[in-house]
């Protein structure tokens, strides 16, 4: 008599571990996925890349050229694809994802004007203001009940980065 309480009570211990998920339960029954958490916006196919706000400056090997790059000259980031309002949404995303601070609005606070001479080594070469910008493609995402991703919304973004850049190249 005695082996029958061992066995109910290890029968008991059984069913309750398989009641917080500690042990396999039987076969025939059904238990919700364990799916990883909501992705929500992703990022892919970064790069960054210089818009001019002025019109380049050009001369040959040797030269000395320069560019002025006037005060009030304003530029906006932007962000395709996005249902109204969430464009600042999607901004702010992409800020925590490349840890940067993007500005939505930059407007070139004071005049400057840089000079560059062109080497010997160059048969020609241009001069350029503006601002750098990231560009990237985003995609808002659903985790499925079967674990599977499924993309609602994507588009793109251009994210201007503060401050102001001068660059030269060669033709």
């Known amino acids: 008599m005695r082996s029958i309480p061992k066995i109910v009570?290890?029968?008991?211990?059984?069913?309750?571990?398989?009641?917080?998920?500690?042990?396999?339960a039987s076969a025939g029954t059904a238990h919700p996925m364990i799916c990883p958490p909501e992705k929500g916006y992703d990022f892919s196919g970064s790069y960054t890349y210089y818009r001019d706000m002025?019109?380049?400056?050009?001369?040959?090997s040797g030269t000395t050229i320069?560019?002025?790059?006037?005060?009030?000259?304003?530029?906006?980031?932007?962000?395709?694809g996005a249902i109204s309002g969430e464009a600042k949404?999607?901004?702010?995303?992409?800020?925590?994802?490349?840890?940067?601070h993007f500005a939505w609005q930059w407007t070139n606070s004071s005049t400057y004007t840089w000079s560059w001479t062109v080497p010997k080594t160059m048969r020609h070469g241009?001069?350029?203001?503006g601002v750098k910008v990231r560009y990237t493609k985003w995609n808002y995402n659903q985790t499925e009940p079967n674990c599977k991703t499924k993309v609602l919304r994507k588009g793109s973004a251009?994210?201007?980065?503060?401050?102001?850049?001068?660059?030269h190249g060669k033709s």
């Open 54 to 60: 002025e019109p380049r400056s050009g001369g040959d």
């Open 66 to 80: 320069s560019i002025t790059f006037h005060k009030g000259k304003t530029t906006t980031s932007t962000v395709g």
């Open 126 to 129: 241009y001069l350029h203001a």
């Open 9 to 24: 009570a290890v029968g008991c211990a059984v069913t309750a571990l398989a009641a917080v998920g500690a042990v396999p």
């Open 158 to 167: 251009r994210l201007v980065y503060k401050g102001r850049e001068t660059w």
């Open 89 to 100: 949404v999607v901004f702010v995303k992409a800020s925590a994802e490349f840890d940067y």
